[in-house]
């Protein structure tokens, strides 16, 4: 008698599981719409400007968003600031909610924890979909930003904060620089929410205490008697990207920010690690 050969469980390739997370991400009607928000704010922001700026425009107001009056390329930049105080992190942990929490509420997390995909994985899967959002969503404002500067308030050199001029090239590299550094600081932000997606069956938990928890540390941020707490509160350095318009850029707040954001990001992951596998099905 010959042994009968039974089919084998395997699991689905990788990135098979990556491209069909992405796309259950981008599918999701209220996801297009946070974008297309996202892209709306430097368009408002920059009419805006253009309307108000005229002889003398700009005076009174933060020196940032003067400066976008003169120099299209700062509107990107000051339209991330803006966006990251609120829109950015909503939008992230948005996502961050339905990648778990959203999916234990509509039942089929549990075929996702049965299936023949480790647990581990599974969390690699989610926070990349939730990564990807992060850096859409920041790419997004950064574009419509560049794009709006460039039409609205024009574009040429860059005359940055400190006075002196940047050229073209070097100007849409800074824009690329803080991009960059706002993405990771989302994909902070995503992963203590994907942690908290690993707690709940309720999305909108997620959200609330994501954002109660944001605007909490900024609070604080702003009471003196608190500075001791500063270096563990992720909003600390948010309003460091501004360092791309200072000549030379301002390396040092910016790199501690993102080393802050990197402790966040690790203890979010490794959190939503050890929450799936303790799970039960």
């Known amino acids: 008698m010959t042994a009968i050969d039974l089919p084998v469980r395997t699991s689905a390739p990788l990135v098979r599981q990556l491209l069909a997370e992405v796309r259950w991400v981008l599918r999701r009607p209220r996801n297009l719409l946070a974008l297309l928000m996202l892209a709306a704010l430097p368009v408002l922001l920059g009419t805006a400007i253009a309307l108000t700026s005229g002889p003398g425009g700009g005076r009174g107001g933060p020196s940032v968003l003067a400066a976008v009056a003169g120099n299209g390329l700062v509107l990107p930049v000051a339209a991330l600031v803006l966006a990251q105080s609120l829109l950015l992190p909503l939008v992230v942990a948005m996502v961050a909610a339905d990648a778990l929490a959203g999916e234990s509420a509509h039942g089929t997390l549990r075929g996702l924890l049965l299936a023949p995909v480790g647990r581990v994985r599974l969390v690699g899967v989610k926070a990349f979909g939730v990564l990807v959002m992060a850096v859409l969503a920041v790419s997004v404002v950064a574009l419509s930003g560049v794009l709006t500067g460039l ?113 966040y990001l690790v203890i979010g992951v490794s959190a939503t690690v050890v929450r799936m596998v303790t799970k039960d099905a």
């Open 151 to 263: 039409v609205v308030v024009g574009g040429g050199d860059l005359v940055t904060l400190s006075g002196s001029t940047v050229p073209f090239g070097s100007a849409l590299g800074r824009v690329a620089l803080a991009v960059a550094w706002s993405a990771v600081q989302m994909a902070a932000v995503g992963a203590i929410a994907l942690a908290l997606s690993a707690l709940t069956e309720h999305p909108l938990v997620v959200v609330v205490a994501t954002m109660g928890a944001l605007i909490t540390f900024g609070v604080l941020g702003t009471i003196q008697a608190l500075d001791w707490l500063q270096p563990v509160l992720i909003t600390t350095d948010w309003s460091a990207v501004l360092g791309v318009l200072r000549d030379p850029i301002g390396w040092d707040e910016m790199t501690t920010g993102l080393l802050r954001a990197g402790c």
